[in-house]
């Protein structure tokens, strides 16, 4: 009996972008669709999947909401990272011509990010929960009038035609997305650029942050992203998630950290993982 091939989960349909990018990510890996992104996170903790695919900000939309509050509770750790270059295809059923089109379905983003095509063509836009999920639901209605934005690959799942390829405004739309293990796989000192990704709260004290954070800038410690976000129900106490370059265990970093931690609580790291070619292609090396 063949084996049985291991499993990595994403939210969304299959022929969602997230899809795709797992099967970039793990070609040697059967993709697993959830309908949350709590349902992705249970399913590596249960063993259903043995690593999740999570989107956590598009250079065009921003950051994906609520990842950055769930990461934290989520009890996974992150081992790697992946960046997805969005290519939105206009589908619709076979045989279709461009100029019958009147409505066209998708998630708002995907609508968002492609509406110089949507407003040349004078399309009516119909918001679905996922791009993929559009795409089923257009092959299913089998109506020509009625186009989704998904991609390439949902077209080749539900059987439907590209009217139009790469219809996305912004050539640089990328999704970058989070590699989760149930297993802490951090990465070794000095095996290549790294990012360690960490959570934390400032105490609720004039200046806080910029106290907690001075230590990165006296250390040379490039921090690359920094959310925050509420928690505890109120607009007082906020959390913070920070990706920084360098492993904990680098002088700089090891120092940064002891000075953050003075300066703050519940300081968390969530992995330590090697950083995506992609980050230097951005920075034009």
């Known amino acids: 009996?063949?084996?049985?091939?291991?499993?990595?989960?994403?939210?969304?349909?299959?022929?969602?972008?997230?899809?795709?990018?797992?099967?970039?990510?793990?070609?040697?890996m059967e993709t697993l669709p959830c309908h949350t992104f709590e349902d992705t996170f249970a399913a590596?903790?249960?063993?259903?999947?043995?690593?999740?695919?999570?989107?956590?900000?598009?250079?065009?939309?921003?950051?994906?909401?609520?990842?950055?509050?769930?990461?934290?509770?989520?009890?996974l750790h992150i081992i790697g990272e992946h960046f997805q270059r969005v290519e939105h295809h206009l589908l619709a059923v076979k045989g279709t011509q461009i100029d019958t089109l009147t409505h066209v379905h998708s998630h708002v983003h995907a609508l968002n990010q492609c509406r110089d095509v949507i407003n040349e063509l004078g399309l009516e836009a119909v918001v679905h929960v996922d791009t993929a999920a559009a795409a089923r639901d257009i092959a299913e209605r089998g109506e020509p009038a009625h186009a989704a934005i998904a991609s390439e690959l949902a077209g080749e799942i539900y059987g439907l035609d590209s009217l139009r390829a790469n219809i996305e405004d912004a050539e640089h739309n990328t999704t970058r997305f989070l590699v989760m293990s149930a297993d802490e796989r951090n990465a070794k000192p000095s095996s290549g650029d790294l990012i360690t990704s960490f959570v934390f709260r400032v105490r609720n004290v004039p200046a806080a942050l910029y106290k907690a954070l001075g230590g990165f800038a006296t250390n040379g410690v490039n921090i690359t992203k920094l959310e925050s976000y509420l928690v505890g129900g109120g607009f007082v106490a906020a959390q913070f998630y920070a990706d920084v370059d360098g492993h904990p265990e680098d002088t700089g970093l090891a120092f940064a950290l002891e000075e953050l931690n003075f300066y703050s609580h519940e300081v968390r790291i969530l992995g330590v993982y090697p950083a995506s070619p992609f980050r230097k292609s951005m920075n034009g090396t």
């Open 44 to 75: 590596v903790e249960s063993g259903a999947a043995a690593l999740a695919l999570i989107p956590i900000d598009n250079s065009v939309a921003g950051r994906v909401a609520d990842i950055h509050h769930l990461l934290p509770g989520s009890g």
């Open 1 to 28: 009996m063949a084996e049985t091939k291991q499993r990595i989960a994403f939210q969304g349909e299959i022929g969602a972008n997230s899809d795709l990018a797992c099967r970039h990510v793990h070609a040697d």
